[in-house]
């Protein structure tokens, strides 16, 4: 059973704070994702990668950086948290080559006070 | 400016109707489809896919049609189940660049008994 795991279901931290999200894979897959879902904007991108050590900006990288130094483990790094950063953050892989369906983590829901 | 579009932010069909979702996109280059479903405080878990080269694809209650003059696709669920009430995430992706995945922004559907 493919499996995609997010190190938290739920976190609260405060504004300012320097904050890590862990996302791990067990499918040997080379392209893992960083997504954010709002009420009424779906899920948009945060930063991808393709490879170790590859990254690559989404749609909405501002106040975001990541860190894939292995294969199964991608990072999401919020430099110093912000109230406008209360989200569900989901991590995905897939397969490369396209016309593939990516498979999520769980979601952790992130509040920031 | 979204390239993947669901207009209907919800959704209610009576238990063993037909549910129709509907999905339009923007970007040509788009060449797979794919549809998720989500329950609250859960990552999304795909559905079913369609390639481009293809205008329908069926699996059991679910069917999703792509009519690619109109850049228009459609999960057709028959019959609806309680079971089905979920949040429904349309997505494309292109073969060429990065593989990731657009998302519209989501259709709440309620099915009720």
Redesign the interface.
Known sequence: DVKVTQSSRYLVKRTGEKVFLECVQDMDHENMFWYRQDPGLGLRLIYFSYDVKMKEKGDIPEGYSVSREKKERFSLILESASTNQTSMYLCASSLPGGNTEAFFGQGTRLTVV | DQQ?K?NS?SLSVQEGRISILNCDYTNSMF??F?W?KKYP??????LI?I?SIKDKNEDGRFTVFLNKSAKHLSLHIVPSQPGDSAVY?C?A????G?????????TRLTINP
């Open positions: 993947v669901q932010p060449d797979y794919l998720y405080a859960e990552g999304p878990t795909f896919s390639s995430f997505a992706s292109a073969r060429q990065a593989q990731k995945l657009v998302f519209g922004q989501g």
